[in-house]
């Protein structure tokens, strides 16, 4: 994104056009607190802050919040014990309503997804009052967008939840999982004529922003829970046959400054420090994934918490199937972690198998793990000269294009009818990045462990594959005991004390 666009979400948020008190606690009467101030509802970039305060929502996602989506799946663990007790048992399945993480996801995002309707409200007033149509109605629309991706996220994670299509806080309602996703799909089948038929790369308002592929990407993703596969291969189709994505050629630099805004990026979460040693700075904290002890090439490049880990059976798959490019990128290796894998039988591994990256940082043995996650660092001779804190300045990548090729495929494999090629053209089509060889007449499981090499580590993909499949053995790993009663995380403690619309849902079902 460029610089002038970061200052102008900055400067427009900073104004207040319209925001929501994200701190305020819930109670009874009202449980998610709004606050506007004056607007003046004929001013075309009053309705631009709107929708700017949407993207800006999204954008503030906390450190602990993604990784306790992801920390379940086979293919991540949590770091260490201690002083994220909570953050480790939610890993192995023991879960306790009181830890404070469960609050903030629910809270946090919950509070987002109002914010994001009640502009939604505002925006169609900014209509009524003569500002274009069409523009307003493209702004809604990314907006329902921003607000179904969300909420899709918050029910996988918990389960039946809020459905919030109102700022009218009397006319939210508690709906089961599979109506939410259902939800979601006719929220995008709206979506999707009023948004830009162009790569997010290329807006030139908002670039990364919102198009109608993301809306096609999120309906494909809500009716993958639903397994409703033929929905799934019309999404995704739409996105394929579009021709306007397309592979990045560099899978190590994807996920660091080179991969910012590719093509490949269906959605990401835009931050920069402006090309600056100091001052403004719009980042996230990716402290919580990095290792805790390394050596950097840059002298003065801060080390991270060491909580996010790959897992050994991870590992072990890839080694198992000779990746090499996905490996080098995924997993970041201490010489502890090197010495366990010899020990159980690997001891011919690859050479990019080092504690020390192609980018020159050392990654030291530490306390909290044996391994670190590669898609979440930034070596530290990409940083911004100056800047020393862990993967500052790195865009967060949410979807990508290789997962709705992916996602086709396993439709295909199911019986869906696809117009997007065959489900051995999207396969072969990551593979091929990934220097794996072509497969012919692709199978269900092929995909699952396509998806398995090439989206570890992100949004809890793997997890949730998991369980709507049922596949309870394979989260049965390393000591772990995983049934489909602990598929969802249970309600926060807190949310239950406070939200009258909750606690009358838990107590009639």
Known sequence: MKKNMI????FLLTSSVLFLNCSDKLNEEQELVVIQGDIDYTSAEGAQGALIGAYRAFQSVGWEQIPLISVRGDDVNSGGKGDQQGFADTDSFIYDNNYWMYNSLWQSWFQDVLQITVQIDQLKAFKENGVDAK??????????TLRAFVTLQLSKVFGDVYKIDTPDQTQIEVLP???????????MDEAVPNLLDVNPALRGDIPGGITKYTAYTVKAMANLELKNYQAVADAAGEVIKSNKFELYNDFYNLFKIPGKLAKENILEIQYSDFGQSSGENVGHLYAFYGSQNWTPAVAGATSGWGFYEPSKKFIKFMLDRNET???ETSV???DAGIDELIADGYTSLPSFVSNTTRDGDRINNYSRALFASGKH????VQLTPGRTSYGTNKNYTVIRYSEVLLMYAEALTRGANGTAGTADQAVNTVRLRAKMGTLSGVTTQDVLDEKFAELAMEWGIRYYDMVRLEKVNELNYEGRSFTMEKRFLPYPQAQIDQSFILRDYINNN
């Open 7 to 10: 200052l102008r979400v900055v």
């Open 135 to 144: 523009l307003i109605d493209q702004y809604i629309a990314e907006c329902k």
């Open 177 to 187: 999982k599979d109506e939410i996703m259902q939800w979601i799909s006719e929220q």
């Open 325 to 327: 490019v996905r490996l």
């Open 332 to 334: 970041l290796f201490t």
């Open 377 to 380: 660092y930034l070596p530290s």
